[in-house]
């Protein structure tokens, strides 16, 4: 068997996910750094997350607004800003509509990390894969027929199309 020139050899090694890896770490220590500093100058971050991801924690009513995935910014107006790296989880204050609610992210349903003061912008592969197609639903079952209705097989109905015809006006 030949190798195409054009094409590196398949790897042995997961460099792909230790590459994912590391660069998730930077939005980690991003993250702890703002948490124990604040956000130094005019820095600030668009975090991109996976709202269907096990142990999020989001109010339902951002849930209905955003069922898979959900971009937040830390910029201005956040606070309790908390980086848990034994759990693998930030949480974060915020307000949506004038309703302040915390939001709990592991760091594994994070899928896009920015920071545009310095032009920095991370993505990671989803976590999640798309939900399947729901199974078909069985046709809801038709209640027999009451003694004053005839089954539909003993009254067919029969429907002329010529009803629907369009007719033309007769030449005079």
Request: proline letters at 15%; a negative charge.
């Amino acid at each position: 068997m030949t190798e195409d020139p054009q094409q590196p050899p398949e790897s042995l090694l997961p460099y792909d996910d230790w590459t994912e890896e590391a660069l998730r770490q930077v939005a980690v220590r991003a993250l702890a750094y703002a948490a124990a500093n604040g956000l130094p100058g005019a820095h600030h971050f668009y975090v991109t997350f996976r709202t269907d991801f096990p142990d999020v924690v989001v109010p339902t009513r951002l849930l209905a607004q955003y069922p898979t995935e959900m971009t937040i910014v830390l910029q201005h107006q956040f606070w309790d800003l908390k980086v848990d790296e034994a759990a693998s989880k930030f949480s974060v204050g915020l307000s949506f509509g004038g309703v302040p609610s915390i939001l709990t992210i592991p760091f594994r349903a994070v899928i896009g990390f920015a920071d545009p003061h310095v032009r920095l912008g991370l993505r990671f592969r989803s976590p999640v894969e798309p939900a399947a197609a729901p199974p078909p639903e069985a046709p809801p079952e038709i209640p027999p027929p009451g003694p004053e209705e005839p089954a539909a097989a003993e009254k067919p109905q029969v429907v002329s199309l010529d009803a629907f015809r369009r007719r033309t006006p007769p030449k005079e």
